[in-house]
T-cell receptor
Framework: DSGVTQTPKHLITATGQRVTLRCSPRSGDLSVYWYQQSLDQGLQFLIQYYNGEERAKGNILERFSAQQFPDLHSELNLSSLELGDSALYFC???????????FGPGTRLTVL | AQKVTQAQTEISVVEKEDVTLDCVYETRDTTYYLFWYKQPPSGELVFLIRRNSFDEQNEISGRYSWNFQKSTSSFNFTITASQVVDSAVYFCALQGGSEKLVFGKGMKLTVNP
């Protein structure tokens, strides 16, 4: 158990819908990262937050947004969902920027 | 543009064999970081190592070792005396000055008893 929690574990929704994925980092970790893993695109880094501020951006679509709250948990919002958004979404946390990252179990999103 | 190439897509070895996973990268940045991640069959991701571009010292952690060679733009990963538990998909990644992290396509390692 890495200490990073993600909810929900599974999510099934329809095209055009909006979903929110939640991540709670390990206690004391200030940095949160989001990754997407799909068959088409492989493993991709989406976005990083550090102590509430966006720090680095990867291949995150404009339909996707994220934030990190004062209690350091983070949410990834995916809107206008398409079939191609079906993927495993991982959250990770680290004490400081790009230090050793600890991953959550992932949220499997299925868009029908 | 940044790019990471893991030329091997799949390797199968017998337990106790040594195996090296190749990673070649491309970047114009002078400061960058290289990573290795492991994804076992259970699906979770495990961070293995992060190295910066100014530190070419090889690193050893138990049965794992990493060889960073700037001259050949490579960051290879060797598992010594492989075990069945090493069976996983291994990803190499590069983070340049833009902070964006780019992954290779991954290499599936199967260690047979």
């Amino acid at each position: 158990d890495s200490g990073v929690t993600q909810t929900p574990k599974h999510l099934i929704t329809a095209t055009g819908q909006r979903v929110t994925l939640r991540c709670s980092p390990r206690s004391g970790d200030l940095s949160v990262y989001w990754y997407q893993q799909s068959l088409d695109q492989g493993l991709q880094f989406l976005i990083q937050y550090y102590n509430g501020e966006e720090r680095a951006k990867g291949n995150i679509l404009e339909r996707f947004s994220a934030q990190q709250f004062p209690d350091l948990h983070s949410e990834l919002n995916l809107s206008s969902l398409e079939l191609g958004d079906s993927a495993l979404y991982f959250c990770a946390s680290s004490p400081v920027d790009w230090d050793e990252q600890f991953f959550g179990p992932g949220t499997r999103l299925t868009v029908l | 543009a940044q790019k990471v190439t893991q030329a091997q897509t799949e390797i199968s070895v017998v337990e106790k064999e040594d195996v090296t996973l190749d990673c070649v990268y491309e970047t114009r940045d002078t400061t960058y970081y290289l990573f290795w991640y492991k994804q076992p069959p259970s699906g979770e991701l495990v961070f293995l190592i992060r190295r910066n571009s100014f530190d070419e010292q090889n690193e050893i952690s138990g049965r794992y070792s990493w060889n960073f060679q700037k001259s050949t733009s490579s960051f290879n990963f060797t598992i010594t005396a492989s075990q069945v538990v090493d069976s996983a998909v291994y990803f190499c990644a590069l983070q340049g000055g833009s902070e964006k992290l780019v992954f290779g396509k991954g290499m599936k390692l199967t260690v047979n008893p």
